[in-house]
């Protein structure tokens, strides 16, 4: 019954909304007074841009959550806190390759990265590039890139930030930003901590008998600071410093099958990582350069303990794993116009990384090394093409040769329409963990291969007073030599070169932004259609060959609306997931398949601007139809719950 | 124009917030009425995913069926099935990582109760009436029960962690398979005396323990799989439970050898055990057979059981351990006679007749 009112809530709602917002629609707008904060892509290219709005409005979460909202990326979630990871356009978690201020953040044995452990809080853009844009970076993207970048912002003066949020099930949310830009520096600082108990109530139908329970063992605290120094040096150089130092820890809960198991278990990982980087780019008429050096230290520590004995407190099983990983990370790249039709560039990448872990028999060393050069000609007013050709190595093994080609153009002059359509080669060389895992570690892997292409439709009209932007995305990748950890007869698992995968798909976009009246409205719309399946001799064998590879959910949707009248905001946030297979086994065997779910969040806030103070109170409401689902089978979530925030901006 | 475009977000709010009304349409497989005469197969699953299930074969009608635990009582089963025995029309399922017991009906499989609070259980053994043994993979010692009270009752130290038990002439065997997480070597057979739940003696045999048997002579025959590394020769022991000599040892000949499941006919004559092949052997012979009952060829046989009543050896195939396995049914010259899909890595076949 609750359920039902709730859903009549979210009806009116909507229906006040579109009520409304029809009933104060004037016959004429004015167009200069849109302030347009973000765009869904960046014209004619294969970036999608997450808009300010996103950005702005998820601040006090981590990325995880924002993709999830605000693109066609899905990610996969232990729950609030817990390890979050992506699969882009159908692939794996470590084929999402993430770039911050353009330097890979990937660990380098897992090859994955966390996407919970990112707060929002310290990145001023975030763009999901494809493509040539994505293919011109390190490798490890075959599905695509998230790319996260701190922005200088010279003359800026001062400008302090802090913000405060509570919620339910003992979640704390603090930030601080202050910051100084003159015209030639600009230095901020920016500190955050997120904690939570997480002892959120769920149904407990995995156990006989079914019963409510409060997740156990699940708190987290996150903290880190982010430190950025940009000066511009004379008139052609900029000289940046950023350093990101963040220490996450997290307790692991049993998963819902589990909670009844004794010996006092204590697990968790704490994981702590500093990555710096600096960077200087000169401009020099036609040219430019980019010079950047990076440097990351991230330790994870795993601890299991359980007891027993006669007092119940004999340590029985102790698992205490340690793992360093460094990484020291160079590139250069030059672009230069030739012209007023071609520009070309070339860039050289080196990646150093070491790891050493418990289970590595000795320290895991590689050296990665890309030269990239390509270049971009106007061959038509209508038509460019790019070409861009890489030679990628890692130690010890034969290098592969990569190209990568892609036209645009305009088909009709008088329609602000682009086709941009893209082929071409990725590798991403196996993790050190598939490599120096003891036991199992496979150090004959292969890189995985992939072959994609996609075609990409954008359109970005501005239809009388209302500023719209399509895109429409078809892409196909297929990856040789995937790589898979299969258990084996010798009772360990064994990462093995053994599938064949096709991923296609598409990719639905569209963003709306208009002011009627007095009021400001904006909303994005995001759906994706994905079929991923392995196509190798040993799926056929398995009768595995044409099913949907798990946690690949075929459809994934997500609506965001945001209304702000005369300071008061209001906004709503759905997220459709469908269907996920979490086993290779039949689908008449129950359980191999995750219910597809949708969730709905609301907030409610006013603004007040006083002179350079600007305040801003919010109350949100997640999950409100408070719909029971997994992200990651018997790993509950949390129902209905709430959070209210204040922030304070001085500019 | 505009007008337009805001009708249509309002649309698509109202078509987002029916689309969260809709009811998930996974199908769930109905109820069963009862299992019958035959056996069950236990699906270990995936560790840490909780996928396991229990599936049955019922002999009369030649038929598996699969997911019974859960088409009767809507739960999961747990996270890795680890073993099962019947006793009386009760069935005792071990869910190790779960680290409990259920107990179901055997005729239906429906719930009947559970012993909560192990660790990581993984052999059930019923000593007397009243009392059973349960070992635990990461305790030196095993848990005494209550399997009527479904209570804990106690925990025999025994310094090392325990696997498969057997009661024989009022002594219980207890095989010391791992000391992955307890200490002592993983290479001996505990002899526990159940009336005073204490480690009476105990036989040093080869690494890893994993399976054992009694045959008609009431001798207790042992199989050793030589290690996790393979760091010794497999072995086969054959030992005399009223001395508790070991009276015969046969190894395996090469150092990569790793048999186990060690099984016996219902004649307590002939022994069947996996070493990627299936091989069988009398207890008779003084030797371990060089040529294969049964071919793996491209299977991986995981488990093995003697079918008392259809007088057929049951094997199971694990295939790749992520996807559903399969048994497949054998006469007692090798001749396949049928084969049917279970769940994900079937770990144990137990018969119920």
Redesign the interface.
């Known amino acids: 019954m609750r359920r039902?009112l709730l859903?009549i809530v979210?009806?009116v709602?909507?229906?006040w909304?579109?009520?409304q917002?029809?009933a104060n629609?004037p016959d004429t707008?004015n167009l200069a007074a849109i302030e347009v904060k973000g765009s869904l892509f960046q014209k004619g290219q294969m970036k999608l841009q997450v808009s300010n709005q996103f950005i702005e409005g998820f601040k006090g979460k981590d990325l995880a959550f924002l993709l999830s909202h605000s693109s066609q990326i899905h990610m996969k979630s232990d729950g609030p806190g817990g390890l979050t990871t992506a699969s882009f356009r159908g692939t794996s978690a470590n084929h999402t390759l993430v770039l911050w201020n353009e330097t890979p953040v990937n660990a380098p044995n897992l090859g994955s990265v966390d996407f919970s452990t990112i707060p929002v809080f310290f990145t001023d853009q975030i763009g999901i590039l494809w493509g040539s844009n994505s293919a011109k970076h390190s490798a490890s993207g075959l599905g695509g890139t998230v790319s996260l970048n701190n922005k200088a912002r010279f003359n800026s003066g001062f400008a302090f930030e802090a913000a405060q949020q509570a919620g339910s099930f003992g979640s704390f949310g603090s930030f601080l930003s202050i910051g100084y830009g003159t015209k030639k520096i600009h230095v901020r600082s920016r500190v955050f901590r997120k904690s939570a108990k997480n002892d959120f109530p769920f149904f407990n139908?995995?156990?006989?008998p079914?019963e409510w329970m409060r997740q156990q063992n699940a708190d987290f605290t996150n903290q880190g600071f982010l430190q950025e120094l940009h000066w511009q040096t004379g008139k052609r150089g900029l000289l940046s410093l950023i350093s990101w130092n963040q220490w996450n820890n997290r307790n692991l809960p049993p998963?819902?099958?589990?909670t009844?198991?004794?010996?006092q278990q204590q697990e968790y990982i704490n994981d702590r990582f500093h990555r710096n980087v600096l960077s200087y780019n000169y401009f020099l008429n036609r040219i430019r350069i980019d010079a950047r050096i990076a440097w990351s230290s991230e330790n994870q520590h795993y601890f299991l303990r359980?007891s027993?004995g006669?007092d119940n407190n004999e340590t029985?099983?102790l698992i205490d794993s340690k793992n360093q990983a460094n990484a020291l990370r160079s590139s250069i790249n030059i672009e230069a116009e030739l012209g007023s039709r071609l520009s070309v560039f070339v860039r050289f990448l080196n990646e150093a990384e070491s790891v050493e872990n418990n289970n590595y028999a000795e320290t895991g060393l590689r050296n990665r090394y890309s030269i990239i050069a390509g270049g971009k000609a106007d061959v038509f007013s209508w038509l460019n093409a790019s070409l861009l050709l890489k030679h990628e190595f890692a130690s010890n093994r034969s290098g592969a040769f990569l190209p990568f080609f892609e036209v645009q153009m305009i088909p009709v002059s008088s329609i602000p329409l682009y086709i941009i359509t893209s082929a071409g080669m990725k590798l991403r060389h196996p993790g050190l963990n598939d490599l120096y895992w003891f036991?199992g570690g496979n150090p004959a892997l292969k890189p995985e291969l992939s072959k994609s292409a996609d075609v990409s439709f954008q359109w970005n009209p501005v239809?009388?007073?209302?500023q719209?932007q399509f895109m429409f995305n078809v892409y196909y990748s297929q990856i040789i030599d995937w790589i898979q950890w299969?258990?084996t007869?010798?009772?360990y698992w064994e990462p093995v070169n053994l599938a064949l995968v096709n991923a296609r798909g598409f990719e639905l976009g569209y963003q709306?932004e208009?002011k009627?009246g007095s009021a400001h409205?904006f909303?994005g719309?995001n759906y994706s259609f994905t079929r991923t399946t392995d196509e190798s001799r040993?799926a056929q064998?398995?009768?595995?060959a044409g099913k949907q590879l798990i946690y690949i959910p075929d459809h994934h949707g997500n609506?965001f609306?945001r209304v702000e009248r005369k300071g008061i905001f209001a906004s709503?946030v759905?997220n459709?997931v469908g269907?996920r297979n979490?086993?290779?086994?039949?689908d008449?065997?129950?359980?191999?398949?995750l219910?597809?779910y949708?969730?709905?969040h609301i907030s409610l806030g006013y603004d007040l601007t006083v002179s350079k103070s600007e305040w801003s109170f919010e109350f949100q409401i997640h999950n409100v139809?408070d719909?029971e689902y997994q992200s990651v089978?018997?790993r509950p979530m949390p129902g209905r719950h709430y959070t209210i925030g204040l922030q304070y901006k001085f500019r | 124009m505009k007008m337009n475009q805001v009708r249509i977000l309002g649309t698509i709010m109202l078509f987002m917030a029916f689309w969260s009304c809709s009811e998930d349409n996974q199908e769930v497989n109905p109820k069963l009425s009862t299992l019958g005469k035959g056996f069950f197969v236990l699906n270990q699953g995936n560790y840490t995913l909780a996928n396991s299930s229990l599936s049955f074969y019922n002999t009369d009608s030649a038929k598996m069926t699969n997911q019974v635990f859960y088409r009767t009582n809507k739960v999961p089963l747990g996270d890795v099935a680890q073993s099962m025995m019947i006793k009386g029309n009760y069935g005792y399922l071990v869910v190790n990582n779960s680290g409990l017991i259920y107990v179901i009906k055997t005729f239906d499989a429906s719930f009947a109760g559970k012993i909560e609070g192990f660790q990581s259980p993984r052999h059930i053994c019923f000593v007397q009436p009243d009392k059973a043994y349960v070992s635990d993979l990461q305790l030196p010692g095993i848990h005494v029960v209550d399997p009527v009270d479904l209570q804990i009752k106690g925990f025999i130290e025994t310094g090392k962690s325990a696997e498969q038990m057997l009661v024989v002439n009022e002594q219980v065997f207890a095989l010391n398979w791992s000391n992955y997480y307890t200490p002592g070597d993983n290479n001996t057979l505990q002899v526990i005396d159940p009336i005073e739940d204490r480690v009476a003696d105990s036989i040093i045999l080869a690494k890893e323990p994993n399976s054992m048997v009694l045959d008609k002579e009431g001798y207790l025959w042992v199989l050793c799989s030589g290690g996790f590394m393979n760091e010794e020769h497999a072995a086969l022991f054959r030992i005399n439970t009223q001395t508790l000599d070991v009276e015969m040892r046969m190894n395996f000949q090469n150092i990569t050898d790793s048999p186990f499941g060690l099984t016996i006919d219902n004649s307590g004559e002939t022994l069947y055990f996996i070493n990627r092949d299936i091989y069988s052997l009398t207890i008779n012979d003084v030797s371990l057979p060089e040529e294969a009952f049964v071919m793996a060829g491209q299977r991986n046989f995981y488990s093995i059981g003697f079918d008392p009543v259809m007088k057929q050896v049951i094997v199971s195939d694990v295939r790749n351990y992520i996807v559903d396995g399969q048994v497949l049914m054998f006469s007692n010259d090798g001749t396949i006679i049928d084969s049917s899909k279970v769940g994900i890595i079937p770990g144990q076949i137990i018969f119920n007749y």
């Open positions: 039902k859903h979210i009806l709602f909507a229906v909304l579109s009520g917002t029809i629609v707008l139908y995995a156990v006989m079914q998963i819902m099958t589990n009844g198991r004794s010996g359980t027993g006669a029985v099983t036991p239809t009388g007073l209302l719209h299969r258990p007869s010798y009772r709306a208009t009627i409205l909303a719309l040993a064998l398995e009768n595995t609506l609306v709503y759905f459709y269907k979490v086993t290779h086994a039949s008449d065997l129950y359980r191999n398949i219910n597809h949708s969730l709905h139809t719909t089978m018997w």
